[in-house]
């Protein structure tokens, strides 16, 4: 039975690979109509509201905004993840005043808590300042007007708006669910994403230890 709730993380998981419709609207127009231009509603699953959360456009936005900042928190914890656990890190010490080292931290999530008070809350004021100053929250566009030239040059290309759009979403959704099962995986195991990579353990079910 274990594996039927897999099958469908891993089909729905893929849908957030799956390419949106482009459209040729301006961005201008577009920024003001994202819920009637079902950006994020891709296949196999469309427009997903099982919960029937979305009650008018306004409910829409902040929940969009809330899933597209979720998202982007994900995609740079799996960054995290993948970096930290291959052992790349920073020269020198975390806490010099601790004798911590950047290299004595553990890649889990058990790093987190080897982490003095201080850093800690260093931590918490910098997300506090993005939140609240830098990429305010209340700007529920998401768009704090980052160009990165012909990258995302929306203004005169707009069909990658659409594109581009979908992809954060879908990308960070997948981030979502990849940081969720990597976190109740290593609390399961006791084995970090790395070690279950090098040891070809990723199901703790039923645990031989094995790849299931």
């Not at 100053?133 to 160009?147: K, Q, T, V």
């Not at 353990?201 to 094995?210: A, E, I, K, N, Y």
Request: proline share 4%; with cysteine.
């Amino acid at each position: 039975m274990m594996k039927l709730p897999i099958l469908a993380a891993i089909v729905s998981s893929a849908a957030a690979f799956a390419p949106g419709a482009q459209q040729g609207r301006s961005v201008t127009s577009l920024q003001a109509t994202e819920f009637q231009d079902k950006i994020g509603a891709v296949a196999p699953l469309g427009y997903f509201d099982p919960l029937g959360y979305i009650t008018d456009e306004k409910a829409f936005t902040r929940y969009r905004a809330v899933e597209r900042k979720h998202g982007r928190i994900a995609m740079v914890a799996m960054a995290g993840i993948f970096v930290h656990g291959n052992g790349i890190v920073f020269d020198g010490y975390v806490s010099p005043s601790a004798g911590l080292k950047f290299s004595d931290i553990e890649s889990g999530i058990g790093g987190l808590f080897q982490l003095p008070t201080a850093g800690l809350l260093q931590i918490l004021l910098v997300c506090g300042l993005v939140e609240l100053a830098w990429w305010p929250a209340s700007d529920l566009s998401g768009d704090y007007g980052i160009r990165l030239g012909d990258l995302n040059d929306w203004e005169n290309q707009p069909a990658k708006y659409y594109r581009q759009k979908n992809a954060e979403l879908n990308n960070g959704r997948a981030a979502m669910m990849g940081v969720i099962a990597t976190i109740v995986h290593e609390a399961i195991t006791g084995q970090n994403l790395q070690e279950q990579w090098a040891a070809g353990h990723f199901s703790p079910f039923g645990d031989g230890q094995g790849f299931f």
